[in-house]
């Protein structure tokens, strides 16, 4: 069964003050790992994805990493309308028994206070 | 960009009663996933389809089907609607099970 746990649940920052969301998880070979954001009532907005450990993706403010084990998203000089939920996702490889779905973690909701 | 549209964007519905969502991909794109979220909760997946045939099965009561049409939209019928089945679903699009780009949802709310 595939797993992913993200911490911190919630994560309140100032403007400015750079941190790092992190996502553990567990997954019969990992296909793909992908980070979204999403707002309250709205659907989840691709940001990455990571394919194999050792990948870096990068986009305005945001970092993606990946290990064998790990992801994290690093948030540098974070600005209020950054705040929002971050959910990470994995995929397992073809010939999974889950192949093709995403598996997603609870999210970390992040407030960025001006 | 065209996106992937959801329809009807809100929807009540009372116990017992069926609902019907609709989902319209990405142009070309070629898979079709269906998650529900509650409240404070992450996206439980439902049920894919890759090229109009079912691929995978998540959580998804008995009670619901979904199916994939030619024109590669989808529809997710729900029937005898219970109140914990009130809701966002989500449907999402890829290309080759590449990256999922989701819907704006459906808000279910059954009374």
């Known amino acids: 069964e595939d797993q992913v746990t993200q911490s911190p649940e919630a994560l309140r920052l100032q403007e400015g003050e750079s941190s790092s969301l992190n996502c553990s998880y567990t997954v019969s070979g990992l296909r793909g790992l992908f980070w979204y954001r999403q707002d309250p009532g709205k659907g989840p907005e691709f940001l990455f994805t990571?394919?194999?450990a050792g990948e870096e993706k990068e986009k305005e403010r945001l970092k993606a990493t990946l290990t064998k084990k790990e992801s994290f998203l690093h948030i540098t000089a974070p600005k209020p309308e950054d705040s929002a939920t971050y959910l990470c996702a994995v995929q397992a490889r073809a010939g999974g028994t889950s192949y093709g779905k995403l598996t997603f973690g609870q999210g970390t909701i992040l407030t960025v206070h001006p | 960009a065209a996106g992937v549209i959801q329809s009807p964007r809100h929807l009540i519905k009372e116990k017992r009663e069926t609902a019907t969502l609709k989902c319209y991909p990405i142009p070309r794109h070629d898979t079709v996933y269906w998650y529900q979220q509650g409240p404070g909760q992450d996206p439980q997946f439902l049920i894919s389809f890759y090229e109009k045939m079912q691929s995978d099965k998540g959580s998804i009561p008995d009670r619901f089907s979904a199916q994939q049409f030619s024109d590669y939209h989808s529809e997710l019928n729900m029937s005898s609607l219970e109140l914990g089945d009130s809701a966002l679903y989500f449907c999402?699009?890829?290309?080759?099970?590449?990256?999922?780009?989701f819907g704006q949802g459906t808000r279910l709310t059954v009374v």
């Open positions: 999402a699009s890829s290309l080759s099970r590449s990256e999922a780009f």
């Open positions: 990571l394919y194999s």
